[in-house]
């Protein structure tokens, strides 16, 4: 499917009885965007939902993405456009604008991405469904290149069902041992993100660290739609997450040990070492050692190391010297 785009029409104010229903934040984040920004902003202006919140935010683009973003709050004057001096990162960034906001639903959306026209209204219907302690609705995606051309779903289908195979309600042990969730099509209940405090801004990337706080006092609801193209990059953090001295595998430990000090039972204590095998394996095959001693450390304490595990830490050691 192509990314949707609409005709640059005289904005016009919401149909009546709009603001009855719940006021939905969208984030639009930018970081050199330009090619895709048209794509990503109309888009928004394609939504169905008519009580929107929208807050543009540059994060020092240097592509020339500002005078795009400029234009679009130029011409739909409900939107607020802000500029940011320095790169602040997408935490850091998101949280800024998220302390402005006003919405009981907010989605973090980066600008590289396309919302298809539905997705706004079927979430907020789905959450409308729900009990109150849903903090999380999530649905499947379209993966799309650069050029805008379909790669594939997110979720891979067959007569089994789908891969990876997707969780609802109390997903804290999912979370920890397992990716399922595509971080684009998430719409997140306000409640959820104060009550954390918003993204944690001393790491590298949000969504993992996100997952893991949320789903330890909130239920995720999966909606079967897509809702969202996600875009491709070939050179994306998690492409290159583990190459030696990117602060994407420290984030990940620092997110490791948070959700060590949040088990509560054995079996979540075994999900998250899962997770710490893999990482460690990771971080050993790209030459990161110092990290993979720490993620073996870690794996000792959920008490389910492996022969092979220890095989890999001692090599870790004589690596380091």
Same mark, same amino acid.
Request: hydrophobic fraction near 40%.
């Given at each position: ?11 016009q ?7 009855? !229903? +719940?006021?939905v934040? =969208?984030?639009? !984040? ?5 090619p895709?920004?048209?794509a990503?902003?109309?888009s =928004? ?6 009580? $929107?919140e929208v807050?543009l935010?540059d994060?020092?683009?240097t592509?020339?993405s ?14 607020e456009?802000? !500029?940011?001096?320095?790169n602040?990162g ?5 949280n800024?604008?998220?302390?402005r ?7 973090d ?5 396309? #919302? ?5 209204a079927q979430q ?9 302690d849903?903090?999380?609705?999530? *649905? ?12 594939? /779903?997110?979720y %891979? /289908?067959?007569a089994?069902?789908?891969h990876?195979?997707? &969780?609802?309600g ?6 920890l041992?397992?990716?399922? =969730?595509s971080?684009?099509?998430? $719409?997140? /209940? ?5 009550? #954390?405090?918003?993204?944690d @801004? ?5 969504d993992f660290d996100?997952w893991?706080?949320? &789903?330890?006092?909130?239920?995720f609801y999966?909606l ?8 491709l990059? +070939?050179?994306?953090?998690?492409r290159?997450?583990?190459r030696?001295?990117?602060?994407? $595998?420290?984030?990940?430990? /620092?997110v490791? @040990?948070?959700?060590?000090? #949040?088990c ?5 204590r075994?999900? $998250?070492a899962?997770?710490?095998r893999w990482?460690l ?5 790209w ?10 450390? !870690?794996?000792?304490q *959920?008490?389910?190391? %492996? ?8 090599? &870790?050691a004589?690596? %380091?010297?």
């Amino acid at each position: 499917m192509k990314a949707v785009a609409v005709n640059h029409a005289e904005p016009q104010g919401p149909p009546p009885g709009a603001e009855t !229903l +719940p006021l939905v934040t =969208i984030v639009a !984040l930018c970081y050199n965007h330009a090619p895709f920004l048209a794509a990503a902003l109309d888009s =928004i202006l394609a939504q169905t939902y008519p009580h $929107l919140e929208v807050l543009l935010v540059d994060d020092a683009s240097t592509d020339g993405s500002a005078t795009i973003l400029r234009d679009y709050a130029a011409r739909n004057p409900a939107w607020e456009l802000h !500029l940011l001096p320095e790169n602040q990162g997408n935490c850091r960034a998101f949280n800024q604008a998220f302390r402005r906001s006003r919405g009981e639903f907010v989605v973090d959306f980066a600008t590289d991405d396309v #919302l298809l026209p539905e997705r706004i209204a079927q979430q907020v219907a789905c959450f409308q469904r729900l009990e109150p302690d849903y903090g999380v609705v999530f *649905t499947d995606a379209e993966l799309i290149d650069e050029a805008s051309r379909f790669v594939r /779903r997110h979720y %891979r /289908r067959d007569a089994a069902g789908l891969h990876p195979r997707p &969780a609802s309600g109390w997903v804290f042990a999912d979370v920890l041992s397992r990716y399922f =969730i595509s971080t684009p099509t998430m $719409l997140m /209940r306000r409640a959820t993100l104060e009550q #954390l405090g918003g993204y944690d @801004e001393t790491l590298a990337y949000e969504d993992f660290d996100f997952w893991v706080r949320a &789903a330890r006092h909130w239920r995720f609801y999966f909606l079967d739609q897509v809702t969202t193209q996600k875009r491709l990059h +070939p050179s994306s953090m998690s492409r290159r997450g583990y190459r030696p001295n990117d602060p994407f $595998l420290a984030s990940t430990i /620092r997110v490791c @040990e948070k959700a060590l000090a #949040l088990c509560r039972t054995p079996e979540e204590r075994s999900a $998250l070492a899962v997770r710490l095998r893999w990482e460690l394996r990771q971080a050993v095959r790209w030459g990161n050692f110092r990290e993979g001693q720490d993620l073996y450390q !870690l794996l000792q304490q *959920t008490r389910a190391v %492996r022969p092979l595990d220890w095989l890999l830490s001692c090599y &870790a050691a004589l690596r %380091r010297r």
